[in-house]
């Protein structure tokens, strides 16, 4: 016998076909007395592939990714499920919960108990009791057996129907569960989901529930709609990139940062996704790498977020606030993926397409609520009807003589004969046997009266149900409106909705290094402490370097790197800066003409070498000065003694030269060789003010001509910002400066405006005119009173306004009256009181259109597309009632 049949088969390494591929072992040769079963072989290779995809297709479709219809994940469903089976109107204990859900849920309590808290704390589906934890701080929630939960009222209306519910058996048999849950809102978006699968993630943002309930009744009708994210710690977001919840879009989320003075920051609202923990967490690193600069952080927080973030003396609370942003979990960038379970299979869907699927789904469970509502009316008015011909005719009685049962169904058949055609449908055996049923004390008791007042509320309400059936969606339209008017006042936007500008980093982080150089070995870096200090400076910036020989670079700044020797100047360089002007003499080549020109370098590729002269061999810089704000000096030339040469030294002013580009050879200076070049004068700035724009957008200022143009500024002016609350303050105009969102007036600062002023008095309970002339002021002013009731009614800087005045009240038949602000009141301070417009009582004041006119303003730059004056008609007639 051959030893090679007591072997099995060889297993081939890598089957080209089919990786679970069944190998059967061939017979032995010697006989057998009994008939051995066939062993069949499966590849380990073939077990992995399988196994991995039913695990892959287990986690997603019954774990991690929420379903379409109902917008939970089994474990959320299974949790409802649970609660709706315990329900009796009072609170029970989260540990009673939890084990009553593992009827259905086969993965633990563990599981349980966290999907529990996070469903509660979405502030939604559950009403908690106890401490749940805290969102905003990270705290976690009491032991399960502290709390205690039940259904809201909006989930017991909006998520169960046990008459529309498909069932299915548990995973052990015993009990009967939901397939998905008859949610008729789109509870997916507001509620939001994260999950993450073996080779897939979900996450879809939360929304706010108007906002939700809007864009179902806009799809209703046929009319567009949009939806942004709603978070519930608040904040602000950008979302001009959100795509829909889809993949590769993005939401730029940030924390609310206000100024309590010069000195402390407040953040009132954290991102999503982070609490105070983490954020504080964040602050400390970006302080200890030398980012920002803080003093100390205080975390208040209980209901609300409060963190004061101290700063030290001398620190900009401004660019403070953009560091935040820049280097901290202040700002983040969440990116959705909106993958829901729809036909057994993942699918990705956009939030657009997901709520129209659940207004959809909505209207087709209404529909079949209506017609299960529907078929019962008919059943009741057929059994009245039934039982009212039975008891009236008095069938009952004929069955007096009968024998068997049969014979009884057979008489009274018999007797409802004549009434069959009054019936809407046929008689059925089960319904003979209801009437068989009816108790004597009950047939004695009959009122025909009541009996057809029950008949026709039947009638009335089935003839309401068929109208909402052949109108469904205008049934379905005042469905919403009702979850509306009940339900969304709850839950208000809490998330603001803004652009925001780009924060270069490089502007807003603290000089938190400094620069040498090594003019003898060509060194430049921050660890070169024993040599030549340049400049403060922060490890994120760029250093433009000019040599000798016209050559210039831009490069990283690092602890130390070689740069080379013959340098002319080095610093920090500012990316798109069109203020600093470099003012450069060069001689063109070993004898050619000498060229002066004057230059900007706004950007350029690190590290690549660029040329400021022609690039000629033996070219030389022979003066060179940087100015940060585009001066222009002036210089005293001398050339090398020559026969003939009349001139010898002169003069040269540096502002004759106009402002070119870096690659310009420049204008010839002179065409003799130069002895040497001095500075004669320091010079002033070339350019002019700086044009500012105010975008209102964003609320910050910009120097690229968006939004309202404000001026241009030179040294010292200032920006006048009086807002809608009463206040008035002055600004400097950095670019990095931030602005409340409840600006009235926003323009530059002009001592000699006349501003006017009306408000009411709540002190006096009286309306108040005043004319004011705007002081300098260090810190914001109430020019209104301290009596935070009072409010502002109406503001103008118009010369010569007019008011009219329309009375309410009691005083409601009296004329109006028209009132010459100027000729009424002189002008006084901002913290004068002013004069008191009327006693009678004023249902009413506006603005009229002067009769003299003001002056002519200056108008915006004839470069720009905007007009300075746009808008300005409707600021001023602003009104607060």
């Not at 084990?99 to 349980?112: E, V, Y």
């Not at 700002?331 to 699918?347: H, M, T, W």
């Not at 006017?756 to 004011?772: E, G, I, M, N, T």
């Not at 009731?789 to 008011?803: A, C, E, F, G, M």
Request: charged share 30%; glycine share 6%.
């Amino acid at each position: 016998m051959s030893d090679e049949n007591d072997k099995y088969p060889e297993i081939p390494e890598e089957p080209e076909e089919d990786n679970n591929e069944e190998i059967n072992i061939p017979e032995s040769s010697e006989p057998s007395h009994e008939a051995e079963p066939e062993l069949k072989i499966t590849a380990l290779q073939g077990m992995y592939r399988t196994w991995f995809l039913d695990y892959a297709s287990y986690v997603i479709l019954e774990r991690a990714v929420p379903h379409l219809n109902d917008g939970l994940k089994p474990v959320q469903r299974r949790i409802l499920h649970a609660m709706r089976r315990m329900e009796d109107g009072r609170y029970n204990k989260v540990a009673n919960i939890i084990g009553f859900t593992m009827q259905f849920h086969p993965h633990g309590d563990a599981s349980i108990g966290d999907a529990l808290v996070q469903l509660g704390q979405k502030n939604l589906l559950i009403d908690m009791q106890g401490n749940w934890g805290n969102i905003f701080t990270g705290d976690r929630s009491a032991a399960a057996r502290y709390i205690e939960a039940r259904l809201t009222k909006f989930a017991q209306e909006v998520v169960f129907n046990p008459k529309t519910t498909e069932w299915k058996p548990s995973y052990d048999g015993r009990n009967q569960e939901p397939v998905t849950l008859p949610v008729k809102f789109p509870l997916l978006l507001a509620q939001g989901v994260e999950g993450i699968a073996v080779g897939l993630a979900s996450k879809i943002l939360p929304h706010n529930i108007a906002e939700l309930i809007d864009a179902s009744i806009a799809h209703l009708k046929g009319q567009p709609f949009e939806l942004y994210p709603d978070f519930p710690t608040g904040g602000m977001m950008d979302a001009s990139r959100y795509n829909d919840g889809l993949r590769g879009g993005a939401v730029r989320v940030r924390a609310k940062i206000s100024k309590l003075d010069n000195r402390t920051l407040v953040i009132s609202d954290i991102p999503f996704g982070r609490n105070t923990s983490t954020l504080i967490e964040s602050i400390l690193k970006a302080n200890e790498k030398g980012k920002i600069k803080i003093k100390k952080i205080d975390d208040n927080t209980a209901e609300k977020v409060e963190i004061q973030v101290h700063l030290p003396a001398n620190t900009s609370p401004d660019k403070t606030i953009d560091a935040l942003y820049a280097f901290t979990d202040c700002e983040l960038s969440i990116s959705p993926n909106s993958c829901v379970i729809r036909d057994e299979k993942p699918a990705f869907l956009g939030v657009s397409e997901i709520l129209r699927h659940d207004t959809s789904h909505t209207v087709h469970l209404l529909t079949r609520e209506l017609e299960i509502r529907k078929g019962e009316l008919e059943e009741s008015w057929h059994m009245s009807s039934l039982e009212k011909i039975f008891i009236e005719n008095k069938i009952y009685q004929r069955i007096e003589d009968c024998e068997t049962y049969e014979a009884i169904i057979k008489t009274i058949d018999h007797g409802l004969e004549p009434f069959k055609p009054q019936l809407k449908r046929k008689v059925t055996r089960d319904d003979i046997l209801k009437l068989m049923e009816i108790r004597i004390k009950r047939i004695s008791k009959f009122d025909s009266k009541k009996a057809d007042e029950y008949i026709a509320s039947v009638e009335e309400e089935l003839e309401q149900v068929e109208y909402h059936l052949n109108n469904i969606i205008t049934y379905a339209i005042d469905y919403y409106k009702g979850l509306k008017r009940k339900y969304s006042s709850n839950y208000p936007r809490m998330t603001e909705i803004r652009s925001f500008e780009n924060i270069e980093a490089s502007k807003v982080v603290v000089k938190n290094e400094k620069l040498y150089f090594n003019r003898e070995d060509g060194f430049a870096g921050t660890a070169l402490k024993k040599d030549e200090f340049i400049c403060n400076c922060s490890d994120i910036d760029d250093i433009i370097i000019f040599y000798k020989d016209g050559r210039y670079l831009i490069t990283k700044v690092q602890d130390k790197a070689f740069v080379g020797k013959d340098i002319i100047h080095i610093a920090v360089f500012k990316r798109n800066d069109t203020r600093t002007v470099y003012n450069v003499v060069y001689r063109d080549g070993k004898q050619g003409n000498t060229y002066v020109k004057r230059f900007a370098v706004t950007g350029v590729t690190r590290d690549k070498g660029y040329n400021l002269t022609k690039g000629k061999e033996g070219s030389e810089v022979i003066y060179f000065s940087a100015n940060p704000n585009g001066e222009a000096e002036v210089l005293k030339v001398t050339l090398k003694p020559r026969a003939r040469l009349r001139n010898q030294i002169f003069e040269f002013d540096m502002a004759e030269q106009t402002i070119k580009g870096r690659s310009a050879q420049g204008n010839i200076l002179t065409k003799y060789p130069i002895h040497k070049i001095v500075l004669k004068k320091k010079g002033e700035s070339t350019l002019g003010g700086r044009k500012i724009w105010f975008e209102p957008e964003i609320l910050r200022l910009n120097v690229d001509g968006r939004g309202k143009y404000l001026g241009e500024f030179h040294s010292g002016d200032q920006i006048l910002v009086m807002t809608k609350d009463g206040y008035l303050y002055q600004t400097n105009y950095d670019l990095a400066n931030h602005y409340e969102d409840n600006i009235l007036y926003i323009e530059k600062y002009d001592p000699e405006v006349v501003w006017s002023a009306v408000y009411y008095d709540a002190d006096q309970d009286f309306f108040y005119l005043k004319r004011f002339q705007v002081e300098p002021v260090s810190k914001p002013q109430r020019y209104i009173g301290d009596n935070p009731k009072s409010h502002l009614v109406r503001l103008t800087h118009v010369d010569y306004p007019r008011l009219e005045i329309k009375f309410g009240g009691e005083d409601k038949d009296r004329e109006k009256i028209i009132v010459e602000v100027a000729e009424f009141i002189n002008i006084k301070g901002y913290k004068a009181k002013g004069k008191r417009l009327t006693t009678y009582q004023v249902h009413k004041i506006m603005e009229l259109e002067p009769i003299i006119k003001d002056d002519p303003k200056p108008e915006e730059p004839e470069d720009d597309d905007e007009d300075s004056d746009e808008g300005e008609e409707d600021n001023s007639q602003m009104s607060i009632f």
